[in-house]
Every structure is written in structure tokens, then in C-alpha cells.
């Protein structure tokens, strides 16, 4: 039978009568990464000797997804998307803004169901919901600026061990802050608390991604990104480690993924197959999944881990998620309606609004940039490059460096032939049809989502319009989550908490 969703746990618990099943609830783990692009993961290829091996073994051990992405290619609204299983125009995330109401989080499902909560790393970027309180969180400072793969152990072993003892499932989500920049470089100063990687890369060992440019500067900054990557599989191999060494493997279901692409141009932050392509793992050595899978057959999505993980638990999942459990697919089954993928940008950090809708399946991938002429798309991280391509005297680099600044209104690439999406197939005559079939699939996504864009996608031949809707959708914003705000923030989950603790105590 299913167990209750309501939000109110005290009063959901009491009116069911709420007993456990016979057999012992499902533990979950997420675990995720900062900035991992796919192109970084050995299953897609990666020339780098033994890069992430601790990733490697546990795919072998379990499912392994080469089809998975995530919504969103920024951080805070990408890691919402996986708490409420809603995509960002549904639940009003479409950047570092609240959400448009209170919605359930799997978090928060979990607690009323009886579960024990917690969080390492990444903490207000991982509660959506600002009254929500873990039972047990430690952010970047306490765990050597989320890159110390020791303490990320011992606060594992920990909470796991404190749940066992309190008799209670649990939810643990562990984010490292690995790959994210400052990236590891061994000749500079080093973040506080931050350890060694267990092994460094050197600039001429690196394969460059086909989206980027193949220049000195390029490769030394890939270098020290791998240098975090093998840091991040070094966090990954303690964490389970410690769930190994609680007893607590057999019965947890474990998943692993990005909440974006790699912090470099064309990657993060944007709807390219680098920005959304992530790698994702699952164990549940109790759960009857079929281990040593790897899935090539449906496309999945970050909206479904939500009600993954709630049907893993044998819970209802809330009504107003957007999301579909994969849990059949784990389990070796074939499932319907994985075709595509969505994804979408609205606003950054701040400034203008650099709005992107995409769809892609295995083969292509469709994107709408309504922003052009609007805005350019800018980010501090992808400054020296793009600089680099500008002044190379390369006809097309330098064009490539204007198409990331000033975008087109529409993009369409063979992603099974150009992963790099190097060659926009948008006008050639032989895709037009196919291009009418993805367009269609998008603006119906965009109608059940109720996405703003959509007016301005069915306008699109009327550029003079498109701008005229930009302007109304769109004003600039200096900041959407100045550090006054992300202080609140951390208040009030003070506050929720200790009013928790109060509440348990009385």
C-alpha cells in the first residue's frame, strides 16, 4: 500500500495509523556533482587514464544511463527541479528565484512518510522550499569548502549511523562542490580545508571537447577541471565507502548525477547537448534492478528522479509533478514515452534574461533562442576563451564566438553526428520536415508547463514582436539572489530548525 504525501506530517502520520511495512523502508542517496560534464565520464569516451574509477566500478555493479539530462544547466534551478520533480516554468524556478508557492519536495514527502533528513554541501541551493528543515545538514565550510573527501566520510558514516540508531529510514543528499570552479590547480593558492586529488593531469593529456577550441590556455584550464573530476570520484568512493561500512548497502538506493554541464562556453549554463547531458548512476543491490546495465534505449530526464525515488519507497507521488518514475526501466523493462527531453535558461545569476527552450532525443536536438537581439549571452567563466577565439585571426573560431554571444533564433544539430553542435542544420533543406516534427514537440511541452515563452515561440516569424515580448517577459534584474537575500535564507532554515527541535523535545 502506499503511504500518505500530505504535507503535514504530524497530522498525515496520525490519521493513517502509520506503520511501517513488513519489509524495512528503502534508505535513498543522491549524490551529486557540481559541473560534471558527460564528456568528463568514461562512459562516453574520455581518453583520460583512470579518471573517475570509483564511478566506474559502481556503474559496472549497477545501472548506468547514456541517455540522461538534466532541465536545467544552472545549478540552483537544476538542483529544484530534482526536489520537486516540476520543471522550472511549472514551479516558478527559472533561475535563482523562489518558487511561485509551496510545493512538496522529495524531502519533504520522505519526512512525512518518516524519514530522516539531511544534506552535505550545496544547502540553500538544494531547499526549494524555504520551511523546509533537514534533520542534519553541514554546508561547504564544514566539509574543507565541499572538497575534502574525508569529511564528506565521516559526515556520511555519521548521519547514516545516527538514523540507524534512531530507527528510521533515511534521505541523504550528498553534493559535492567538485568539479565547480576554482578548479583544482597545484600551483596556486589552495581553498580552505580543500584536499589533494588522488591523481593530477597534465595539459597535453587531455582530450578537448569538440565544442571547444584546441589552444594551450584551453587545455591547461581542462587540465585543472580534471584535476577536480578526480577529486569529485575520490568524494564519491569515501561516501560509499561509508554506507558500506554501515551495513546499510544492501537496502539504499543510490543515485548519481550532475546538475550541469562543464563550466565552459557552450556548455553550462546554455541547451546544448554539453550543457544538458549528464552521467547517471544507480545501485540498489535490494531493489531487483537489473545491475550491469547500461541503458542506450530511453531518454530520462532530471524531473524524473523525484518520483523515482517516492516509487522506490512505495509512495504517492504528488499530482502536481511533472516527472515519471524510471523505476520499471531500472528494473530492465522497456518504458513509453522516453523519446525527448526538455530544457530550458531563463535568467542567471542577474542581468538580462537570456530566455532558451530546447528538445532533444538520441539523434537531434531542436533550440529556440528568443533572446537574440535582445540580449548577449555573458557568464564570467567563459570570458578568456571566447576572447581567445575572437582574437585567433580563425574565421571560424571567431564566428563561433560571435554565434555564442549574439545566438540565431533557432538552432538544429545532429547530435548523434555533431556532439560538439558545430553545424546548425536550421535551413538546410533535407531537415525541414523532421524540424517541423520538433518543433511541434516543444510547443507542446511548453503548453502543458505553461511556459511564458510559448506566445513568443508561436510569434517567432515576427521578429518585431518576438522583441516586443521580450521586453514585457523579460526585464533585466540586477541580482535575482543577492547575499543579502541567500543570508535570509539561511536564517529562516535556522529558524524552521530549531523550532523543530522544540517541537521534538516538548
Known sequence: MKKCTSLLAAGCLAATGFVWAESAPVNVMLITADDLGYEAYSLFDNELPNLT??????????????????????????????????????????????????NPTVMSVLADNGYRTGVLGKVVHSTPDLDFSWDYSYDAEDLGS????????????????????????????????????????????????????????????????????????????????????????DTFGRVIEALEETGQAENTLVMFVSDNGSPFPFAKANT????????????????????????????VSTVDLMPTIL??????????????????????????????????????????????????SKQYGYIF???TGFSEFRVGYDRETIALMQESGDKKQIERAELFRKRVLEEFYDLENDPGNLNNLID??????????????????????????????????NPRQVLKMMKTHYPKRESLMPEAQLEAIRIRQQEVRAQRLRQNQS
Open 53 to 102: 574509477p570509483n564511478m566506474d566500478r559502481f556503474a559496472k555493479q549497477g545501472v548506468q544511463f547514456a541517455n540522461a539530462h538534466v532541465n536545467h544547466s544552472i545549478c540552483m534551478p537544476s538542483r529544484s527541479v530534482m526536489a520537486t520533480g516540476m520543471y522550472s516554468t511549472s514551479s516558478g524556478m527559472m533561475g535563482f528565484i523562489n518558487m511561485k508557492e509551496q
Open 146 to 233: 565541499g572538497r575534502s573527501p574525508e569529511l564528506y566520510y565521516q559526515r556520511t558514516k555519521a548521519f547514516i549511523k545516527e538514523s540507524k540508531k534512531a530507527g528510521q529510514p533515511f534521505y541523504l543528499m550528498v553534493n559535492s562542490h567538485d568539479p565547480h570552479r576554482v578548479f583544482h590547480d597545484p600551483e596556486k593558492n589552495r581553498l580552505d580545508g580543500e584536499e589533494n586529488p588522488s591523481q593530477l593531469y597534465h595539459p597535453d593529456e587531455v582530450t578537448v571537447p569538440s565544442y571547444l577550441p584546441d589552444y594551450p590556455e584551453v587545455r591547461l584550464d581542462l587540465s585543472h577541471y580534471y584535476n577536480s573530476v578526480r577529486r569529485l570520484d
Open 272 to 299: 546544448y547537448l554539453a550543457s544538458t547531458r549528464t552521467p547517471m548512476l544507480v545501485q540498489w543491490p535490494g531493489g531487483q534492478l537489473k545491475n550491469g546495465l547500461t541503458d542506450t534505449e530511453h531518454m
Open 311 to 360: 516509487d522506490a519507497a512505495d509512495i504517492d507521488v504528488p499530482e502536481n509533478v511533472d516527472g515519471v518514475s524510471f523505476l520499471p526501466v531500472l528494473r530492465g523493462e522497456k518504458q513509453q514515452d522516453r523519446d525527448y527531453t526538455f530544457a530550458q535558461i531563463d535568467y542567471k545569476i542577474g542581468g538580462p534574461a537570456t530566455p532558451m527552450r530546447a528538445v532533444q
Open 369 to 371: 533562442n528568443p533572446f
Open 428 to 461: 538546410h533543406p533535407d531537415y525541414q520536415d523532421i524540424i517541423k516534427e520538433y518543433r511541434a514537440e516543444l510547443e507542446s511541452w511548453m503548453q502543458g508547463t505553461e511556459d511564458p515563452v510559448l506566445e513568443i515561440f508561436q510569434a517567432r516569424e
